[in-house]
Protein backbone atom coordinates (compact mmCIF):
# COMPACT_ATOMS: atom_id res chain seq x y z
CA UNK A 1 0.00 0.00 0.00
CA UNK A 2 1.51 3.34 -0.95
CA UNK A 3 2.17 6.11 1.70
CA UNK A 4 -0.49 8.42 0.24
CA UNK A 5 -3.62 5.57 0.43
CA UNK A 6 -2.62 4.57 4.34
CA UNK A 7 -2.90 8.59 4.97
CA UNK A 8 -5.82 8.70 2.80
CA UNK A 9 -7.56 5.73 5.03
CA UNK A 10 -6.22 7.43 8.31
CA UNK A 11 -8.06 10.59 7.27
CA UNK A 12 -11.01 9.21 6.56
CA UNK A 13 -11.25 6.94 9.51
CA UNK A 14 -10.53 10.45 11.89
CA UNK A 15 -13.32 11.75 10.16
CA UNK A 16 -15.42 9.09 11.01
CA UNK A 17 -14.47 9.06 14.68
CA UNK A 18 -15.30 12.63 14.72
CA UNK A 19 -19.19 12.07 13.11
CA UNK A 20 -19.64 8.87 14.86
CA UNK A 21 -19.47 9.39 18.59
CA UNK A 22 -21.54 12.43 18.78
CA UNK A 23 -24.59 10.40 16.87
CA UNK A 24 -23.96 7.88 18.88
CA UNK A 25 -24.09 9.51 21.96
CA UNK A 26 -27.33 11.25 21.14
CA UNK A 27 -28.24 8.18 19.94
CA UNK A 28 -28.41 6.51 23.44
CA UNK A 29 -29.43 9.54 25.19
CA UNK A 30 -32.63 9.59 23.30
CA UNK A 31 -33.09 5.69 23.26
CA UNK A 32 -33.14 6.55 26.96
CA UNK A 33 -36.23 9.30 27.32
CA UNK A 34 -38.22 8.85 30.09
CA UNK A 35 -41.76 10.34 30.23
CA UNK A 36 -42.89 12.18 33.49
CA UNK A 37 -46.56 12.16 34.69
CA UNK A 38 -47.86 13.79 37.18
CA UNK A 39 -47.87 12.91 41.15
CA UNK A 40 -50.89 10.74 43.02
CA UNK A 41 -50.60 9.84 46.73
CA UNK A 42 -52.92 6.81 46.02
CA UNK A 43 -50.84 4.79 43.74
CA UNK A 44 -47.89 2.23 43.76
CA UNK A 45 -44.48 2.08 41.59
CA UNK A 46 -43.65 -1.25 40.25
CA UNK A 47 -40.19 -0.89 39.34
CA UNK A 48 -40.20 -4.38 37.91
CA UNK A 49 -41.67 -2.61 35.06
CA UNK A 50 -41.67 1.19 35.22
CA UNK A 51 -45.52 1.75 35.95
CA UNK A 52 -47.74 2.76 38.10
CA UNK A 53 -51.09 1.73 39.47
CA UNK A 54 -53.45 3.79 40.87
CA UNK A 55 -56.88 4.59 42.37
CA UNK A 56 -59.47 2.38 41.76
CA UNK A 57 -57.42 -0.18 39.66
CA UNK A 58 -55.28 -0.06 42.60
CA UNK A 59 -57.78 -1.64 45.04
CA UNK A 60 -58.75 -3.99 42.74
CA UNK A 61 -55.05 -5.30 42.51
CA UNK A 62 -54.19 -5.65 46.01
CA UNK A 63 -57.81 -7.10 47.04
CA UNK A 64 -56.04 -10.62 45.22
CA UNK A 65 -53.09 -11.66 47.87
CA UNK A 66 -51.78 -13.43 44.47
CA UNK A 67 -51.69 -10.28 42.10
CA UNK A 68 -48.57 -10.29 40.87
CA UNK A 69 -48.71 -14.23 40.66
CA UNK A 70 -52.15 -14.45 38.58
CA UNK A 71 -52.13 -10.64 36.83
CA UNK A 72 -48.38 -9.64 36.89
CA UNK A 73 -46.94 -6.35 37.23
CA UNK A 74 -48.51 -3.49 35.31
CA UNK A 75 -46.87 -2.88 31.43
CA UNK A 76 -48.73 0.22 30.88
CA UNK A 77 -50.60 3.41 32.70
CA UNK A 78 -54.00 3.64 32.95
CA UNK A 79 -55.34 4.95 29.39
CA UNK A 80 -58.29 5.28 26.84
CA UNK A 81 -58.22 2.07 24.50
CA UNK A 82 -58.57 1.73 21.18
CA UNK A 83 -61.76 0.03 21.92
CA UNK A 84 -62.74 3.15 23.51
CA UNK A 85 -62.42 2.10 27.16
CA UNK A 86 -60.57 3.14 30.07
CA UNK A 87 -58.24 0.33 30.93
CA UNK A 88 -54.48 -0.20 32.32
CA UNK A 89 -52.54 -3.94 30.85
CA UNK A 90 -50.79 -6.11 32.86
CA UNK A 91 -47.94 -8.97 31.75
CA UNK A 92 -51.29 -11.32 32.03
CA UNK A 93 -54.50 -9.61 32.27
CA UNK A 94 -56.25 -6.09 31.22
CA UNK A 95 -58.63 -4.06 33.85
CA UNK A 96 -61.11 -1.67 32.40
CA UNK A 97 -63.21 1.03 34.19
CA UNK A 98 -66.92 0.72 34.09
CA UNK A 99 -68.21 3.85 35.64
CA UNK A 100 -71.67 2.80 34.74
CA UNK A 101 -71.77 0.12 37.26
CA UNK A 102 -71.98 0.88 41.15
CA UNK A 103 -68.80 1.52 43.85
CA UNK A 104 -66.64 -1.46 44.45
CA UNK A 105 -67.67 -3.33 40.83
CA UNK A 106 -66.73 -0.47 38.37
CA UNK A 107 -62.93 -2.21 37.62
CA UNK A 108 -63.68 -5.72 35.78
CA UNK A 109 -61.39 -8.46 33.92
CA UNK A 110 -61.50 -8.23 30.55
CA UNK A 111 -62.40 -11.50 28.95
CA UNK A 112 -59.08 -12.09 27.37
CA UNK A 113 -59.62 -15.96 26.97
CA UNK A 114 -62.44 -15.01 25.11
CA UNK A 115 -61.33 -12.38 22.83
CA UNK A 116 -57.95 -14.16 22.11
CA UNK A 117 -59.56 -18.14 21.58
CA UNK A 118 -59.53 -19.43 18.40
CA UNK A 119 -59.78 -23.00 18.43
CA UNK A 120 -56.74 -25.19 16.86
CA UNK A 121 -58.93 -28.93 17.09
CA UNK A 122 -59.36 -30.21 20.91
CA UNK A 123 -56.99 -32.91 22.42
CA UNK A 124 -58.13 -36.60 23.56
CA UNK A 125 -57.34 -36.80 27.18
CA UNK A 126 -58.90 -39.76 27.35
CA UNK A 127 -59.47 -39.63 30.74
CA UNK A 128 -63.05 -38.31 32.42
CA UNK A 129 -62.33 -39.67 35.81
CA UNK A 130 -59.52 -36.80 36.57
CA UNK A 131 -61.23 -34.10 35.15
CA UNK A 132 -64.65 -31.92 36.09
CA UNK A 133 -67.00 -30.78 33.52
CA UNK A 134 -68.36 -27.43 33.51
CA UNK A 135 -72.10 -27.39 32.55
CA UNK A 136 -72.31 -23.89 31.83
CA UNK A 137 -69.57 -24.03 28.85
CA UNK A 138 -69.64 -28.07 28.55
CA UNK A 139 -66.16 -28.00 29.05
CA UNK A 140 -63.59 -30.07 31.35
CA UNK A 141 -60.75 -29.18 33.72
CA UNK A 142 -58.54 -31.64 34.06
CA UNK A 143 -55.27 -33.12 35.69
CA UNK A 144 -52.79 -30.74 36.72
CA UNK A 145 -54.52 -28.00 35.42
CA UNK A 146 -57.62 -28.45 37.33
CA UNK A 147 -55.18 -28.65 40.90
CA UNK A 148 -53.77 -25.33 39.60
CA UNK A 149 -57.10 -24.23 38.87
CA UNK A 150 -58.50 -24.75 41.91
CA UNK A 151 -55.55 -23.22 43.78
CA UNK A 152 -55.64 -20.28 42.14
CA UNK A 153 -59.17 -18.94 42.58
CA UNK A 154 -61.39 -21.16 40.21
CA UNK A 155 -63.77 -19.93 38.15
CA UNK A 156 -64.28 -16.64 40.57
CA UNK A 157 -60.96 -15.68 39.36
CA UNK A 158 -60.35 -17.37 36.01
CA UNK A 159 -64.05 -17.88 34.48
CA UNK A 160 -65.00 -21.05 33.31
CA UNK A 161 -63.08 -22.90 31.37
CA UNK A 162 -64.15 -22.56 27.21
CA UNK A 163 -61.87 -25.01 25.30
CA UNK A 164 -60.79 -28.32 25.93
CA UNK A 165 -56.67 -29.01 26.05
CA UNK A 166 -55.58 -27.69 22.45
CA UNK A 167 -52.20 -27.03 20.98
CA UNK A 168 -51.18 -23.43 20.49
CA UNK A 169 -47.41 -22.32 19.64
CA UNK A 170 -46.04 -25.90 20.73
CA UNK A 171 -47.84 -25.94 24.10
CA UNK A 172 -50.51 -27.97 25.73
CA UNK A 173 -52.59 -25.14 26.76
CA UNK A 174 -56.52 -24.58 27.67
CA UNK A 175 -58.61 -21.26 27.54
CA UNK A 176 -60.93 -20.03 30.21
CA UNK A 177 -62.78 -16.51 29.76
CA UNK A 178 -60.32 -14.32 31.33
CA UNK A 179 -57.06 -16.18 30.77
CA UNK A 180 -55.42 -18.87 28.92
CA UNK A 181 -53.27 -21.64 31.05
CA UNK A 182 -50.43 -23.86 29.40
CA UNK A 183 -48.44 -26.95 30.23
CA UNK A 184 -44.43 -26.41 30.39
CA UNK A 185 -42.96 -29.82 30.85
CA UNK A 186 -39.57 -28.55 31.05
CA UNK A 187 -40.20 -26.58 34.33
CA UNK A 188 -40.52 -28.46 37.93
CA UNK A 189 -42.61 -30.79 39.15
CA UNK A 190 -45.68 -28.61 40.75
CA UNK A 191 -44.75 -25.77 38.24
CA UNK A 192 -45.37 -27.21 35.47
CA UNK A 193 -49.21 -25.28 34.46
CA UNK A 194 -48.75 -21.18 34.35
CA UNK A 195 -50.85 -18.30 33.33
CA UNK A 196 -50.02 -17.25 29.08
CA UNK A 197 -49.07 -13.43 29.45
CA UNK A 198 -52.75 -12.28 27.70
CA UNK A 199 -52.28 -9.22 28.90
CA UNK A 200 -49.14 -7.80 26.27
CA UNK A 201 -51.07 -10.50 23.67
CA UNK A 202 -54.07 -8.31 23.50
CA UNK A 203 -51.71 -5.19 23.71
CA UNK A 204 -50.50 -6.15 20.53
CA UNK A 205 -53.80 -7.81 18.76
CA UNK A 206 -55.88 -4.29 19.21
CA UNK A 207 -52.77 -2.36 17.64
CA UNK A 208 -52.31 -0.23 21.04
CA UNK A 209 -49.37 2.34 20.86
CA UNK A 210 -46.25 0.97 21.63
CA UNK A 211 -45.08 3.88 22.82
CA UNK A 212 -47.54 3.10 26.14
CA UNK A 213 -44.91 -0.03 27.30
CA UNK A 214 -42.28 2.60 27.59
CA UNK A 215 -41.21 3.00 31.79
CA UNK A 216 -42.48 6.11 33.28
CA UNK A 217 -41.18 7.97 36.46
CA UNK A 218 -43.01 7.03 39.78
CA UNK A 219 -46.12 8.79 40.64
CA UNK A 220 -45.50 8.85 44.30
CA UNK A 221 -41.75 9.31 44.44
CA UNK A 222 -40.94 5.66 45.43
CA UNK A 223 -37.57 4.90 45.21
CA UNK A 224 -36.41 3.09 42.31
CA UNK A 225 -35.54 -0.28 43.05
CA UNK A 226 -32.88 -2.16 40.61
CA UNK A 227 -33.57 -6.22 40.46
CA UNK A 228 -31.57 -6.94 37.15
CA UNK A 229 -28.10 -5.71 35.51
CA UNK A 230 -28.51 -5.30 31.56
CA UNK A 231 -24.89 -5.09 29.90
CA UNK A 232 -24.15 -4.62 26.04
CA UNK A 233 -21.18 -3.00 24.54
CA UNK A 234 -20.32 -2.20 20.78
CA UNK A 235 -17.23 -1.42 19.24
CA UNK A 236 -16.47 1.59 17.37
CA UNK A 237 -14.39 -0.15 14.29
CA UNK A 238 -15.71 -3.65 13.31
CA UNK A 239 -12.47 -4.03 11.65
CA UNK A 240 -8.95 -2.38 12.49
CA UNK A 241 -4.97 -2.12 11.04
CA UNK A 242 -2.88 -4.57 13.18
CA UNK A 243 -1.38 -0.62 14.64
CA UNK A 244 -4.20 1.14 15.64
CA UNK A 245 -6.32 2.61 18.46
CA UNK A 246 -10.04 1.36 19.52
CA UNK A 247 -13.14 2.41 21.56
CA UNK A 248 -15.56 0.55 23.26
CA UNK A 249 -19.17 2.06 24.01
CA UNK A 250 -20.68 -0.09 27.31
CA UNK A 251 -24.28 0.08 28.01
CA UNK A 252 -25.71 -0.42 31.47
CA UNK A 253 -29.48 -0.30 32.07
CA UNK A 254 -31.25 -1.60 34.69
CA UNK A 255 -34.83 -4.51 33.98
CA UNK A 256 -36.66 -1.67 32.09
CA UNK A 257 -34.02 -0.42 30.04
CA UNK A 258 -33.20 2.87 32.09
CA UNK A 259 -29.55 3.88 32.61
CA UNK A 260 -27.58 2.75 35.73
CA UNK A 261 -25.00 5.35 36.48
CA UNK A 262 -22.04 4.61 38.45
CA UNK A 263 -22.05 1.23 37.47
CA UNK A 264 -18.02 -0.17 38.02
CA UNK A 265 -17.54 -2.21 34.27
CA UNK A 266 -14.30 -4.50 33.77
CA UNK A 267 -13.44 -4.34 30.35
CA UNK A 268 -10.94 -7.91 29.48
CA UNK A 269 -9.13 -7.67 26.60
CA UNK A 270 -8.10 -11.38 25.10
CA UNK A 271 -5.12 -10.84 22.44
CA UNK A 272 -4.37 -13.18 20.12
CA UNK A 273 -1.04 -14.33 21.81
CA UNK A 274 -3.04 -15.79 25.16
CA UNK A 275 -1.91 -11.97 26.90
CA UNK A 276 -4.92 -9.93 28.74
CA UNK A 277 -5.42 -6.52 29.25
CA UNK A 278 -7.73 -4.97 31.76
CA UNK A 279 -9.55 -1.85 32.23
CA UNK A 280 -11.86 -0.52 34.86
CA UNK A 281 -14.06 2.06 34.17
CA UNK A 282 -17.68 3.20 35.66
CA UNK A 283 -20.75 4.46 33.89
CA UNK A 284 -22.25 7.91 33.19
CA UNK A 285 -25.31 9.56 33.99
CA UNK A 286 -26.80 7.95 31.03
CA UNK A 287 -25.65 4.59 31.78
CA UNK A 288 -23.16 4.83 29.14
CA UNK A 289 -18.90 3.96 29.46
CA UNK A 290 -15.99 4.58 26.84
CA UNK A 291 -12.97 2.65 26.96
CA UNK A 292 -10.12 3.95 24.90
CA UNK A 293 -7.46 1.15 23.44
CA UNK A 294 -4.34 1.47 21.33
CA UNK A 295 -2.11 -1.60 20.06
CA UNK A 296 0.74 -2.88 17.84
CA UNK A 297 1.71 -5.66 15.24
CA UNK A 298 -1.14 -7.86 16.33
CA UNK A 299 -1.52 -10.73 13.62
CA UNK A 300 -3.17 -10.41 10.27
CA UNK A 301 -6.92 -11.69 9.89
CA UNK A 302 -7.07 -12.05 14.22
CA UNK A 303 -10.40 -12.09 15.86
CA UNK A 304 -9.62 -9.94 19.35
CA UNK A 305 -12.12 -10.65 21.75
CA UNK A 306 -13.12 -8.49 24.96
CA UNK A 307 -14.83 -9.43 28.16
CA UNK A 308 -17.04 -7.14 30.04
CA UNK A 309 -18.55 -7.52 33.81
CA UNK A 310 -20.47 -5.01 35.38
CA UNK A 311 -21.36 -4.84 39.08
CA UNK A 312 -24.11 -2.00 40.40
CA UNK A 313 -24.46 -2.53 44.12
CA UNK A 314 -25.15 -6.99 43.98
CA UNK A 315 -25.80 -6.79 40.77
CA UNK A 316 -24.30 -8.02 37.54
CA UNK A 317 -23.93 -8.42 34.00
CA UNK A 318 -21.36 -9.55 31.36
CA UNK A 319 -21.73 -9.56 27.64
CA UNK A 320 -18.78 -9.59 25.10
CA UNK A 321 -17.65 -7.91 22.34
CA UNK A 322 -15.10 -8.31 19.21
CA UNK A 323 -13.38 -7.15 16.30
CA UNK A 324 -10.58 -8.52 13.86
CA UNK A 325 -7.78 -7.09 12.47
CA UNK A 326 -7.50 -6.48 8.74
CA UNK A 327 -4.33 -5.84 7.60
Known sequence: ?????????????????????????????????????????????????????????????????????????????????RDGKSVQYFQRARLEYRSDLPEGQRVQLTPLGREMYVSTGILNVGNSFACRTYTETGFAVCFAFLEFFDANGGAAQFGYTISGFEYHEDKIVQYFERARLEWQPWRAEGYRVVISDMGRAYFDRLGEDPALLAPVSSLNNAPRVVSELRVRAFVWKAVTLANDDQLFFVIVQDQNMQPISDASCTAVVNWPNGAKDSTVIRSDANGVGIISLAFQNQPYGSLIYTDITCTYNELSGKTTTSFRIWY
Open 1 to 81: MSGGMFLSIMKSIKIMKKIFIPIATAFLLLSLWIPVHAQSTDSEYFSETGHNVAGEFLTFYKSNPNAAYVYGYPITEQFNS
